[in-house]
Protein backbone atom coordinates (compact mmCIF):
# COMPACT_ATOMS: atom_id res chain seq x y z
CA UNK A 1 0.00 0.00 0.00
CA UNK A 2 1.70 3.40 -0.91
CA UNK A 3 1.79 6.32 1.51
CA UNK A 4 -0.91 8.31 -0.38
CA UNK A 5 -3.58 5.41 -0.03
CA UNK A 6 -2.36 4.36 3.53
CA UNK A 7 -5.22 5.07 6.08
CA UNK A 8 -6.04 4.41 10.02
CA UNK A 9 -8.83 3.50 11.95
CA UNK A 10 -9.85 2.76 15.45
CA UNK A 11 -8.78 -1.15 16.50
CA UNK A 12 -10.08 -0.78 20.19
CA UNK A 13 -11.62 1.29 22.83
CA UNK A 14 -11.64 1.10 26.59
CA UNK A 15 -12.63 3.06 29.56
CA UNK A 16 -13.11 3.35 33.33
CA UNK A 17 -15.16 4.48 34.95
CA UNK A 18 -15.10 5.01 39.25
CA UNK A 19 -18.02 3.45 41.07
CA UNK A 20 -18.81 6.69 42.67
CA UNK A 21 -21.81 8.26 41.59
CA UNK A 22 -22.60 11.82 42.63
CA UNK A 23 -26.64 12.88 41.58
CA UNK A 24 -27.88 16.57 41.99
CA UNK A 25 -29.16 16.48 45.44
CA UNK A 26 -25.60 15.27 46.50
CA UNK A 27 -24.26 17.99 45.07
CA UNK A 28 -26.55 20.55 46.25
CA UNK A 29 -25.65 20.00 49.80
CA UNK A 30 -22.39 20.70 49.02
CA UNK A 31 -22.57 24.28 47.07
CA UNK A 32 -24.65 26.70 49.84
CA UNK A 33 -24.52 29.65 46.99
CA UNK A 34 -26.40 27.28 44.31
CA UNK A 35 -29.90 28.98 45.78
CA UNK A 36 -33.08 27.63 43.58
CA UNK A 37 -30.55 26.81 40.31
CA UNK A 38 -31.78 23.68 38.75
CA UNK A 39 -28.85 21.73 37.79
CA UNK A 40 -30.81 19.49 36.08
CA UNK A 41 -32.88 21.95 34.16
CA UNK A 42 -29.88 24.00 32.97
CA UNK A 43 -27.29 21.20 31.63
CA UNK A 44 -29.19 17.78 31.85
CA UNK A 45 -27.45 16.39 33.66
CA UNK A 46 -28.59 13.80 36.31
CA UNK A 47 -25.42 12.61 37.76
CA UNK A 48 -21.42 12.24 37.53
CA UNK A 49 -18.90 9.60 38.56
CA UNK A 50 -16.32 10.87 41.16
CA UNK A 51 -13.41 9.46 41.61
CA UNK A 52 -12.78 7.83 45.37
CA UNK A 53 -9.83 9.69 47.02
CA UNK A 54 -8.06 7.52 48.80
CA UNK A 55 -4.69 7.01 47.20
CA UNK A 56 -5.09 3.46 47.80
CA UNK A 57 -8.26 3.05 45.27
CA UNK A 58 -5.76 3.96 42.58
CA UNK A 59 -8.09 6.91 41.13
CA UNK A 60 -6.14 9.81 40.30
CA UNK A 61 -5.52 10.45 36.97
CA UNK A 62 -2.65 7.96 36.45
CA UNK A 63 -4.32 5.40 37.91
CA UNK A 64 -7.55 5.58 35.97
CA UNK A 65 -6.10 6.14 32.39
CA UNK A 66 -3.92 3.05 33.26
CA UNK A 67 -7.02 1.30 33.68
CA UNK A 68 -8.57 2.44 30.29
CA UNK A 69 -5.67 1.46 28.82
CA UNK A 70 -5.11 -1.91 30.21
CA UNK A 71 -9.38 -2.31 29.29
CA UNK A 72 -8.63 -1.25 25.42
CA UNK A 73 -5.66 -3.60 25.13
CA UNK A 74 -8.10 -6.56 26.78
CA UNK A 75 -10.07 -5.85 23.69
CA UNK A 76 -7.16 -5.22 20.98
CA UNK A 77 -6.25 -7.39 18.61
CA UNK A 78 -2.21 -5.91 19.66
CA UNK A 79 -0.35 -6.46 22.86
CA UNK A 80 1.34 -3.18 24.82
CA UNK A 81 5.23 -4.76 23.50
CA UNK A 82 3.04 -3.79 19.92
CA UNK A 83 2.49 0.22 20.26
CA UNK A 84 4.46 2.17 18.24
CA UNK A 85 3.39 4.88 19.88
CA UNK A 86 1.89 6.24 23.16
CA UNK A 87 0.44 9.73 23.77
CA UNK A 88 -1.72 10.75 26.84
CA UNK A 89 -3.66 13.44 26.58
CA UNK A 90 -5.20 14.16 30.32
CA UNK A 91 -5.79 17.49 31.54
CA UNK A 92 -5.65 16.62 34.99
CA UNK A 93 -2.01 14.87 35.27
CA UNK A 94 -2.41 14.34 38.93
CA UNK A 95 -0.84 10.56 40.05
CA UNK A 96 0.44 9.58 43.78
CA UNK A 97 -2.71 11.04 45.33
CA UNK A 98 -2.69 14.74 44.90
CA UNK A 99 0.62 15.57 43.26
CA UNK A 100 0.35 17.53 39.58
CA UNK A 101 2.71 15.82 37.38
CA UNK A 102 4.80 17.95 34.54
CA UNK A 103 7.57 15.38 34.49
CA UNK A 104 8.23 12.73 33.39
CA UNK A 105 5.41 12.72 31.12
CA UNK A 106 2.58 10.69 31.78
CA UNK A 107 2.33 8.90 28.31
CA UNK A 108 6.03 7.66 29.37
CA UNK A 109 4.76 6.26 32.87
CA UNK A 110 2.35 4.81 31.40
CA UNK A 111 4.01 3.28 28.26
CA UNK A 112 6.16 1.94 31.27
CA UNK A 113 3.43 -0.19 32.80
CA UNK A 114 2.06 -1.45 30.66
CA UNK A 115 4.81 -3.01 29.34
CA UNK A 116 5.57 -0.71 25.71
CA UNK A 117 8.49 0.09 26.59
CA UNK A 118 9.92 0.47 23.00
CA UNK A 119 7.26 3.00 22.45
CA UNK A 120 7.89 6.42 21.94
CA UNK A 121 5.82 8.46 23.82
CA UNK A 122 4.98 11.68 24.50
CA UNK A 123 2.13 13.98 26.43
CA UNK A 124 -0.30 16.39 24.46
CA UNK A 125 -2.67 19.33 25.99
CA UNK A 126 -5.38 20.67 23.94
CA UNK A 127 -7.89 20.91 26.64
CA UNK A 128 -10.96 19.47 25.96
CA UNK A 129 -9.78 18.49 22.70
CA UNK A 130 -6.64 16.58 24.12
CA UNK A 131 -7.70 13.12 23.10
CA UNK A 132 -8.85 14.55 19.49
CA UNK A 133 -5.49 16.10 19.14
CA UNK A 134 -3.77 13.05 19.88
CA UNK A 135 -5.43 11.05 17.60
CA UNK A 136 -4.94 13.14 14.55
CA UNK A 137 -1.15 13.15 15.92
CA UNK A 138 -1.67 9.43 15.68
CA UNK A 139 -3.66 9.52 12.42
CA UNK A 140 -0.84 11.34 10.51
CA UNK A 141 2.09 8.93 11.91
CA UNK A 142 0.39 5.99 10.97
CA UNK A 143 -0.66 7.81 6.99
CA UNK A 144 3.00 9.09 6.52
CA UNK A 145 4.27 5.32 7.11
CA UNK A 146 6.24 6.43 10.09
CA UNK A 147 4.07 3.76 12.97
CA UNK A 148 1.84 1.15 12.13
CA UNK A 149 0.10 1.26 15.28
CA UNK A 150 -0.38 3.63 18.79
CA UNK A 151 -2.77 4.11 21.42
CA UNK A 152 -3.92 7.76 22.37
CA UNK A 153 -5.65 7.44 26.58
CA UNK A 154 -6.65 10.06 28.94
CA UNK A 155 -7.41 9.77 32.37
CA UNK A 156 -9.28 13.01 33.98
CA UNK A 157 -10.21 13.94 37.81
CA UNK A 158 -12.04 16.41 36.55
CA UNK A 159 -14.37 17.04 39.87
CA UNK A 160 -11.46 18.78 41.18
CA UNK A 161 -12.40 22.05 39.54
CA UNK A 162 -16.07 21.29 40.98
CA UNK A 163 -14.43 21.06 44.70
CA UNK A 164 -13.25 24.30 44.34
CA UNK A 165 -16.13 25.48 42.72
CA UNK A 166 -18.49 24.24 45.96
CA UNK A 167 -16.44 26.45 48.38
CA UNK A 168 -16.27 29.64 45.92
CA UNK A 169 -19.19 29.50 43.96
CA UNK A 170 -21.45 32.99 44.30
CA UNK A 171 -24.84 32.01 42.70
CA UNK A 172 -25.72 30.61 39.42
CA UNK A 173 -24.27 33.37 36.87
CA UNK A 174 -20.62 32.92 39.01
CA UNK A 175 -18.10 31.91 35.85
CA UNK A 176 -17.30 28.20 37.82
CA UNK A 177 -21.07 27.33 37.35
CA UNK A 178 -19.69 25.09 34.37
CA UNK A 179 -18.05 23.35 37.09
CA UNK A 180 -20.51 21.67 38.49
CA UNK A 181 -21.28 19.61 35.16
CA UNK A 182 -17.87 17.85 35.48
CA UNK A 183 -17.53 13.95 35.65
CA UNK A 184 -14.60 11.70 36.33
CA UNK A 185 -13.26 9.29 33.56
CA UNK A 186 -10.51 7.74 31.51
CA UNK A 187 -10.51 6.23 28.01
CA UNK A 188 -7.85 5.10 25.35
CA UNK A 189 -8.09 4.36 21.74
CA UNK A 190 -5.65 1.83 19.90
CA UNK A 191 -5.00 2.95 16.21
CA UNK A 192 -3.61 0.72 13.37
CA UNK A 193 -3.70 0.80 9.65
CA UNK A 194 -7.14 0.60 7.74
CA UNK A 195 -7.43 -2.15 4.75
CA UNK A 196 -10.54 -0.78 3.65
CA UNK A 197 -13.07 2.03 4.16
CA UNK A 198 -15.39 0.10 6.17
CA UNK A 199 -13.14 0.34 8.90
CA UNK A 200 -11.01 3.49 8.55
CA UNK A 201 -10.78 7.18 9.90
CA UNK A 202 -11.53 9.22 7.12
CA UNK A 203 -10.65 12.38 7.69
CA UNK A 204 -9.85 14.36 10.73
CA UNK A 205 -9.54 18.06 10.68
CA UNK A 206 -9.13 20.67 14.06
CA UNK A 207 -8.94 24.07 13.85
CA UNK A 208 -8.07 26.70 16.62
CA UNK A 209 -9.53 30.39 17.18
CA UNK A 210 -7.62 31.55 20.04
CA UNK A 211 -9.71 35.05 19.83
CA UNK A 212 -12.28 32.90 22.05
CA UNK A 213 -9.06 31.39 24.38
CA UNK A 214 -10.25 33.75 26.96
CA UNK A 215 -14.02 32.05 27.62
CA UNK A 216 -13.29 29.38 29.39
CA UNK A 217 -9.82 28.86 31.55
CA UNK A 218 -8.50 26.75 34.16
CA UNK A 219 -5.83 27.82 36.34
CA UNK A 220 -5.33 27.82 40.26
CA UNK A 221 -7.67 29.57 42.17
CA UNK A 222 -6.99 33.25 44.00
CA UNK A 223 -9.24 32.70 46.62
CA UNK A 224 -8.30 29.15 48.30
CA UNK A 225 -6.40 26.47 47.65
CA UNK A 226 -7.78 24.84 44.52
CA UNK A 227 -8.06 24.71 40.48
CA UNK A 228 -10.59 25.93 39.21
CA UNK A 229 -12.50 26.65 36.40
CA UNK A 230 -13.90 29.87 34.66
CA UNK A 231 -16.51 29.86 31.74
CA UNK A 232 -18.34 32.77 29.98
CA UNK A 233 -21.55 30.43 29.34
CA UNK A 234 -23.27 32.91 27.26
CA UNK A 235 -20.76 33.56 25.24
CA UNK A 236 -18.87 30.23 24.83
CA UNK A 237 -22.91 28.84 23.62
CA UNK A 238 -23.19 31.89 21.24
CA UNK A 239 -24.88 31.23 17.70
CA UNK A 240 -21.89 32.94 15.99
CA UNK A 241 -19.80 31.17 18.13
CA UNK A 242 -21.37 27.45 17.50
CA UNK A 243 -21.39 28.05 13.38
CA UNK A 244 -17.26 28.22 13.54
CA UNK A 245 -17.54 24.28 13.29
CA UNK A 246 -20.15 23.92 10.33
CA UNK A 247 -18.58 26.64 8.45
CA UNK A 248 -15.41 25.13 8.69
CA UNK A 249 -16.83 21.42 7.98
CA UNK A 250 -18.69 23.24 4.86
CA UNK A 251 -15.64 24.61 3.61
CA UNK A 252 -13.13 21.60 4.26
CA UNK A 253 -16.26 19.19 2.29
CA UNK A 254 -16.42 21.81 -0.57
CA UNK A 255 -12.74 22.22 -1.22
CA UNK A 256 -13.32 17.95 -1.64
CA UNK A 257 -16.26 18.41 -3.73
CA UNK A 258 -18.58 17.18 -1.08
CA UNK A 259 -21.34 18.51 0.97
CA UNK A 260 -22.51 17.25 4.52
CA UNK A 261 -25.38 15.75 3.07
CA UNK A 262 -22.73 13.54 0.93
CA UNK A 263 -21.39 12.60 3.94
CA UNK A 264 -24.24 10.09 5.32
CA UNK A 265 -23.68 9.77 8.67
CA UNK A 266 -25.50 7.76 10.98
CA UNK A 267 -24.36 8.93 14.07
CA UNK A 268 -23.30 12.59 15.77
CA UNK A 269 -21.41 12.95 18.95
CA UNK A 270 -20.67 16.29 20.25
CA UNK A 271 -18.77 17.68 23.20
CA UNK A 272 -20.55 16.56 25.75
CA UNK A 273 -21.14 19.32 27.59
CA UNK A 274 -24.99 19.59 28.77
CA UNK A 275 -27.83 17.99 26.69
CA UNK A 276 -28.92 21.75 26.09
CA UNK A 277 -25.56 22.53 24.40
CA UNK A 278 -25.95 19.68 22.36
CA UNK A 279 -29.28 20.37 21.33
CA UNK A 280 -28.42 23.74 20.28
CA UNK A 281 -24.86 22.61 18.47
CA UNK A 282 -26.93 20.59 16.43
CA UNK A 283 -29.85 22.81 15.72
CA UNK A 284 -27.08 25.80 14.22
CA UNK A 285 -25.35 23.05 12.18
CA UNK A 286 -28.57 22.38 10.35
CA UNK A 287 -29.51 25.81 9.87
CA UNK A 288 -25.48 25.99 8.34
CA UNK A 289 -25.91 22.72 6.53
CA UNK A 290 -28.99 23.06 5.25
CA UNK A 291 -29.90 19.65 6.17
CA UNK A 292 -30.55 17.47 9.32
CA UNK A 293 -28.06 16.18 11.75
CA UNK A 294 -27.95 12.58 11.98
CA UNK A 295 -29.06 10.78 15.38
CA UNK A 296 -27.42 12.50 17.96
CA UNK A 297 -25.40 10.32 20.54
CA UNK A 298 -24.76 11.11 23.95
CA UNK A 299 -23.53 9.96 28.01
CA UNK A 300 -23.69 13.38 29.66
CA UNK A 301 -26.69 12.73 31.74
CA UNK A 302 -25.34 9.97 33.39
CA UNK A 303 -21.89 10.91 33.45
CA UNK A 304 -21.68 14.55 32.81
CA UNK A 305 -18.86 16.74 30.90
CA UNK A 306 -15.83 14.22 31.37
CA UNK A 307 -13.52 16.42 29.09
CA UNK A 308 -11.03 15.23 26.83
CA UNK A 309 -12.28 11.54 27.10
CA UNK A 310 -16.21 13.01 26.50
CA UNK A 311 -15.95 11.77 22.92
CA UNK A 312 -14.80 8.42 22.88
CA UNK A 313 -16.24 7.26 25.89
CA UNK A 314 -19.59 8.02 23.97
CA UNK A 315 -18.69 6.06 21.35
CA UNK A 316 -17.54 3.16 23.62
CA UNK A 317 -21.14 3.07 24.96
CA UNK A 318 -23.08 2.92 21.90
CA UNK A 319 -20.85 0.53 20.27
CA UNK A 320 -21.77 -1.97 23.47
CA UNK A 321 -25.13 -1.33 23.29
CA UNK A 322 -25.44 -1.69 19.97
CA UNK A 323 -24.08 -5.26 20.06
CA UNK A 324 -26.17 -5.94 23.29
CA UNK A 325 -29.01 -5.69 21.39
CA UNK A 326 -27.73 -7.11 18.37
CA UNK A 327 -27.14 -10.56 20.83
CA UNK A 328 -24.27 -9.80 23.02
CA UNK A 329 -22.16 -11.37 20.52
CA UNK A 330 -23.63 -14.98 20.58
CA UNK A 331 -26.41 -16.86 18.47
CA UNK A 332 -27.60 -15.76 14.37
CA UNK A 333 -27.14 -11.81 15.56
CA UNK A 334 -22.93 -12.70 16.25
CA UNK A 335 -21.46 -12.31 12.80
CA UNK A 336 -24.18 -9.04 11.82
CA UNK A 337 -23.12 -7.63 15.28
CA UNK A 338 -19.10 -8.06 14.32
CA UNK A 339 -19.41 -6.62 10.62
CA UNK A 340 -22.23 -4.19 10.72
CA UNK A 341 -20.38 -0.64 10.47
CA UNK A 342 -21.38 2.54 11.17
CA UNK A 343 -20.25 6.14 10.41
CA UNK A 344 -19.26 8.51 13.14
CA UNK A 345 -19.14 11.77 12.91
CA UNK A 346 -17.18 13.54 16.22
CA UNK A 347 -17.30 17.16 16.95
CA UNK A 348 -14.76 18.88 19.41
CA UNK A 349 -15.28 22.05 21.18
CA UNK A 350 -12.71 22.90 23.73
CA UNK A 351 -11.49 25.80 24.91
CA UNK A 352 -9.04 27.32 23.35
CA UNK A 353 -11.18 27.81 20.69
CA UNK A 354 -10.91 24.20 19.37
CA UNK A 355 -13.16 23.07 16.89
CA UNK A 356 -13.32 20.09 13.32
CA UNK A 357 -14.27 17.30 12.40
CA UNK A 358 -13.51 13.18 12.79
CA UNK A 359 -15.04 11.23 10.39
CA UNK A 360 -14.60 7.48 10.85
CA UNK A 361 -16.39 4.44 10.20
CA UNK A 362 -16.10 1.70 12.74
CA UNK A 363 -16.83 -1.61 12.51
CA UNK A 364 -15.69 -3.73 15.08
CA UNK A 365 -13.36 -1.47 17.33
CA UNK A 366 -13.14 -4.21 20.05
CA UNK A 367 -15.57 -2.24 22.48
Known amino acids: MSTTERRSRIEALGAFLPAGRETNDELRAKVPNLGDADVRRITGIAE ?3 HDPDPAAGEDSFGMALAAARDCLAVSRHRAADLDVVISASITRVKDGSRFH ?5 AGMLAKELGA ?6 DVSNACAGMMTGVWLLDRMIRSGAVRTGMVVSGEQAT ?3 CTAARELRDSYDPQFASLSVGDSAAAVVLDESTGPADRIHYIELMTCAEYSHLCMGM ?5 QGIGLYTDNKKMHDRERLKLWPRFHEDFLAKNGRSFEDEEFDHIIQHQVGTRFIEYANRTAEAEFGTPMPPSLQTVEQYGNTATTSHFLTLRDHLRRTRAAAGDGTGPDRDRA ?4 AKYLLVPAASGLVTGALSATVTHAGA
Open 48 to 50: RRV
Open 102 to 106: FEPSF
Open 117 to 122: RPAVSF
Open 160 to 162: RVA
Open 220 to 224: PSDRS
Open 338 to 341: ATAG
